[in-house]
């Protein structure tokens, strides 16, 4: 934000540090008053007609501001994709490991992105990977609902689930 001596526009529309309207005037008649009381002439509507400044303390204002920012950044959840890798010819056994460790993630509040690779000729065989991916489907519905469905890219087939929202 452009402020005190940066505002080069002729006219301004100046509020003061308290709220009140002091109404139109030169950049240089609102400079003075700031400088007067001590404050900082600080543009905060360069849009408007004719641009709005306001008379306040810049420095605290920018405190103020980083401290609000850093209060919003602790309270957000970063949620991180974990990956599950499954095979055509999975058995019973690894399958159930594979389904128990993305029920974890999903209950972490994690998203799970599950992908099947496929091997040499097990590209000529597209609807084997649709079908683990559907057993897979279904079996974790109790914990996430598919975000993304089953999709071929390359050699792999992808999809991306994520956690059921609690109640």
Do not use: W
């Not at 499954?86 to 509040?109: E, M, R, V, Y």
């Amino acid at each position: 934000m452009p402020i005190n001596e940066e505002i080069r526009d002729k006219e301004v529309r100046v509020v003061d540090a308290d709220g009140s309207q002091l109404g139109i005037m030169s950049a240089k008649e609102a400079q003075r008053i700031a400088l007067e009381k001590n404050l900082d002439l600080v543009k905060i509507a360069p849009q408007a007609v004719p641009p709005v400044c306001r008379i306040m303390d810049y420095g605290k204002y920018r405190f103020e501001q980083a401290k609000r920012e850093k209060e919003a950044k602790k309270n957000q959840k970063v949620i991180e994709i974990k990956e599950i890798r499954l095979s055509l010819n999975i058995d019973t056994n690894d399958f159930n490991t594979k389904l128990n460790h993305a029920a974890k993630f999903l209950q972490s509040g994690n998203k799970v992105k599950v992908s099947v690779r496929f091997r040499g000729r097990e590209m000529a065989h597209p609807e084997l990977g649709t079908a683990v991916m559907t057993r897979f489907t279904e079996s974790i519905a109790p914990y996430g609902t598919v975000e993304k469905p089953p999709k071929m890219e390359g050699r792999s087939m992808t999809m991306v689930v994520t956690a059921k929202p609690t109640k």
